[in-house]
């Protein structure tokens, strides 16, 4: 996996440990782009990313193979938030000081089409649905959400939201949009189908980046003025964890397998990893064992915090016992077929629930073969 990062663009390692300052992460490559590089987006094929220069009014556009900026195309003033369609066709830009959005033909790396949002809307963050058709754009100075059609490269709807809002990411089935409030510390929840707010979620102080874990269960909201991170629950949509990261937190991203989330911490030139909680699964299919021989097994718990297992229904069998971490062992004493329930849960999510058969076998030998002879004698008198 590889992170970019820093103000030329760094391409680094993945991260190991839970803070780590940029000088000390492992840099494959330091690519010029413009001046002040804002927004980072790559393409769904991995082969190219596209970074706002905010300073520079340009887009940089990097090949991921060789690390080199292969086109710069200039923009609209002060462009900021950028993201890419799923087919990868277009890149979407916002620019801070146009008050619009620019669409780039990722093929030509031209402009095709300028989207006004509204004068002094300042937009900032922009996000696409997971089926292409629609991107959702915050407006900081407009307190609101443009939604654009992709198709018309139209503002079909203009949603009102909390103050500054900023970040904006959308759950992974497409049916949530959430909007980071700066000044209002609130998350605002969209329905994408009405373009609605649903739900208004308090969180920290200067609420800045958002991003939603790949099963779309979570959001990581960065809390700028708190130096924290909220997490919320999207179901509920109520926070259910602040986690302390380093000072600014701003950006978020969640790797594709869920297991962490990246903050990028502007005030301590560290990137916080935080590892993500993972509800328990609960698997294993034990062996038959025989009465009076030592038996073992060990069930497998996954999850994040690490679960507990226990026997919620039915009994083990006669001399075996259950630890916490789901290992079944001792010496049974009783032959039969033992049929119970073991349940893992660590608090996250549903409880893992699995069903166990164990038979054990009693070890009394059949007997077999002759019992032989005795021989023969003679009496006499």
């Known amino acids: ?211 939603i874990t790949p099963d779309g269960d979570r959001a990581y909201v960065t809390n700028a003025g708190s130096n924290s991170v909220s997490v919320i629950d999207t179901t509920t949509n109520t926070v259910t964890a602040t986690v302390p990261v380093g000072t600014i937190p701003r950006g978020a991203a969640i790797t594709p397998d869920g297991n962490h989330a990246y903050i990028t911490d502007l005030g301590s030139s560290t990137v916080s990893v935080i590892a993500i909680e993972q509800p328990p699964t609960l698997t294993g299919t034990p062996p038959a064992g025989i009465v009076g021989q030592s038996y073992n097994h060990t069930f497998t718990a996954t999850g994040r915090l690490a679960p507990t297992v226990t026997a919620t229904a039915g009994a083990l069998p006669d001399g075996l016992t259950l630890t916490p971490t789901g290992v079944l062992s001792g010496t049974p004493t009783v032959a039969g077929r033992f049929e119970f329930t073991l349940t893992a849960s660590n608090g996250i999510g549903d409880d893992a629930v699995l069903p166990v058969v164990l038979e054990i076998t009693d070890t009394t030998p059949t007997p077999t073969g002759s019992l032989g002879s005795f021989g023969s004698a003679t009496w006499t008198s």
């Open 1 to 211: 996996m590889r992170l970019f990062l820093g103000a030329a663009v760094a391409v680094a390692a993945a991260l190991s440990i839970s803070v780590v300052p940029a000088s000390a992460d492992t840099v494959t490559a330091t690519v010029p782009v413009g001046t002040n590089p804002t927004g980072v987006a790559i393409t769904p094929n991995g082969n190219h990313a596209y970074i706002t220069n905010g300073n520079s009014d340009t887009v940089s556009v990097l090949d991921t193979t060789t690390n080199t900026v292969t086109a710069t195309v200039p923009v609209g003033t002060t462009p900021l938030g950028v993201a890419i369609t799923p087919d990868g066709t277009r890149a979407y830009i916002t620019t801070f000081s146009g008050g619009t959005v620019l669409v780039l033909d990722t093929t030509t790396n031209t402009v095709i089409a300028t989207v006004p949002v509204g004068v002094g809307t300042t937009p900032v963050g922009v996000a696409i649905t997971p089926d292409g058709t629609r991107a959702y754009v915050t407006n900081l100075g407009g307190d609101s959400v443009s939604v654009i059609d992709t198709a018309t490269n139209t503002v079909i709807a203009t949603v009102p939201v909390g103050s500054a809002p900023y970040g904006v990411a959308i759950t992974p089935d497409g049916d949530r949009a959430y909007i980071t409030n700066q000044l209002s510390n609130s998350v605002s929840v969209l329905d994408t189908t009405t373009n609605t707010v649903i739900a208004t979620v308090p969180v920290g102080s200067a609420p800045y980046g958002v991003a």
